[in-house]
Nanobody
């Protein structure tokens, strides 16, 4: 079994920054692509960013390109999401997800394991 625990959410003003962390435990961290998704009230869960096991490839939603950066530290079994220049429309619950295999995915059903989520609120 895999357990994912997110942290780092909170309230920030527009233009501010936050760094989310996702700590993984359980099954090996190797050979697993990782991703961040988010879900705002009344909306579907949407893809934010993904990274391959080696970190050699990353993918971002168009809405966050140039503002968010996904990274991972395999020794620490942790994935990060650095979020800069935050906007009110970034307000959502952010989820970490794990997908067995070397390829990234952008659809929620492609990921087998999920964290409980961390709230990010961008408001003045």
């Amino acid at each position: 079994q895999v357990q994912l625990v997110e942290s780092g959410g909170g309230r920030v003003q527009p233009g501010g920054s936050l760094r989310l962390s996702c700590a993984a435990s359980g099954r090996p961290f190797e050979n697993a692509a990782m991703a961040w998704f988010r879900q705002a009230p009344g909306k579907d869960r949407e893809f934010v960013a993904a990274i391959t096991w080696s970190g050699d490839r990353r993918d971002y939603a168009n809405s966050v390109k140039g503002r968010f950066t996904i990274s991972r530290d395999n020794a620490r079994r942790t994935v990060y999401l650095q979020m800069n220049n935050l906007k009110p429309e970034d307000t959502a619950v952010y989820y970490c997800a794990r997908r067995t295999g070397l390829d990234m995915g952008v659809i929620p059903r492609q990921y087998e394991y999920w964290g409980q989520g961390t709230q990010v609120t961008v408001s003045s």
